[in-house]
């Protein structure tokens, strides 16, 4: 799977940190996600939907 970032939309809240944190931290700023990991194991499935899920602007989406 591949996960793919707005970075125009994104606006640093970090709930997706929360959900994600093997996929996710914010920037040294606290202003924008930085993914860590474009293609998740399978085994972060979870946490990798959750985060698309719980972002309240929409800015992820998961591929594949
Ligand atoms: S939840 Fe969305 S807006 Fe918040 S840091 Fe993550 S990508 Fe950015």
Do not use: T, W
Request: hydrophobic letters at 45%.
């Amino acid at each position: 799977m591949k996960m793919i970032v707005d970075y125009e939309l994104c606006e640093g809240h970090g709930e997706c940190v929360v959900a994600a944190p093997e996929i996710f931290e914010m920037d040294d700023a606290g202003e924008k996600v930085v993914l860590l990991q474009e293609n998740p194991d399978e085994s972060l499935r979870e946490q990798a939907v959750e985060a698309v899920k719980i972002c309240p602007i929409a800015a992820l989406q998961l591929e594949g």
